[in-house]
């Protein structure tokens, strides 16, 4: 199984973007997905997770209020909308999923995707 991002690139600050991320098939249709970041220089972060049903969502922090996760199960797809970007979010964001769950509570997922990168310039 492979997660494919996308919907990353150049913005200003103050705007939004919204990204993508597909499993090529749906092994993990049922389980938690998870959006992480990695800044420059930095080490890779959680952002955000979602349950299957889409019911339960998760967030750091940080991003509490700007970014909406998301999924839609029929086109078995997960969304991160993050709105009023900061040059401070320009990273690396990565899809993530697995058989565990809770990667808010330091649950390191199984499989990820290879990143799409965002870019917020001032």
């Known amino acids: 199984v492979q997660l494919v991002e996308s919907g990353g690139g150049l913005v200003q600050a103050g705007g939004s973007l919204r990204l993508s991320c597909v499993p090529s098939?749906?092994?993990?249709?049922?389980?938690?997905m998870g959006w992480f970041r990695q800044a420059p220089g930095k080490e890779r972060e959680f952002v955000a997770e979602i349950d299957w049903r889409g019911s339960r969502r998760y967030y750091a922090a940080s991003y509490k209020g700007r970014f909406t996760i998301s999924r839609d199960n029929a086109e078995n797809t997960v969304y991160l909308r993050m709105n009023n970007l900061k040059p401070e979010d320009t990273a690396v964001y990565f899809c993530?999923?697995?058989?565990?769950?809770?990667?808010?509570?330091?649950?390191?997922?199984?499989?990820w995707g290879q990143g799409t990168e965002v870019t917020v310039s001032s």
């Open positions: 098939d749906r092994t993990f249709q049922y389980n938690h």
């Open positions: 993530a999923t697995g058989d565990r769950s809770y990667y808010y509570d330091g649950v390191v997922p199984d499989l």
